[in-house]
């Protein structure tokens, strides 16, 4: 089950933040420059305050049997990447499964979920940047390839895929 947050929809944020508080755990582990947890759960709030300003931009948790699995935020880009990429793909933003329910299909399964809502809102490319080595191996398996472009954002590569 895919549920669309909005701040609207309070009941849905003790689902989300510690998904959210996880993931930048994750993304910062070795990092002296981790923002705090009140810093963290800021930016998340800031998140969903925006939702709902656009029917082409997506802040979705993901569900399995009742329980939260992930979350992704996904639009469609309208102002491209520094002229790298074109304006109207898709861009996932943020992806994440917790640990515990890696390896099992719920990413593969959450992804094309994606994939087909992206393609709905018309993209017909989608890009992205992995933040970590052992993202790149799942996002090459869902049929992304490393393009020659780098994201002026955080200096990493940019995978993109036709859909």
């Not at 935020?73 to 990447?81: E, K, L, W, Y």
Request: charged fraction near 30%; hydrophobic fraction near 35%; proline fraction near 4%.
């Amino acid at each position: 089950m895919f549920i669309q947050i909005y701040k609207e929809k309070q009941e849905l944020y003790k689902d989300i933040l510690p998904l959210w508080l996880t993931y930048f755990n994750e993304l910062y582990k070795d990092d002296d420059e981790k923002p705090t947890d009140e810093e963290t759960t800021l930016d998340l709030n800031r998140r969903i305050n925006i939702q709902g300003r656009r029917s082409d931009m997506h802040f979705e948790l993901f569900y399995c049997d009742d329980v939260p699995v992930g979350f992704a935020n996904f639009a469609i880009d309208i102002g491209g990447i520094s002229g790298l990429i074109e304006k109207g793909s898709g861009s996932v933003l943020e992806f994440y499964i917790a640990p515990e329910f890696r390896r099992k299909g719920h990413g593969q399964l959450f992804y094309e979920h994606i994939e087909k809502t992206l393609k709905n809102d018309g993209a017909q490319k989608i890009h992205l940047t992995s933040d970590t080595v052992a993202g790149v191996p799942f996002w090459v398996a869902m049929g992304f390839s490393e393009s020659d472009k780098i994201d002026p954002d955080n200096d990493m590569p940019i995978f993109i895929k036709n859909v």
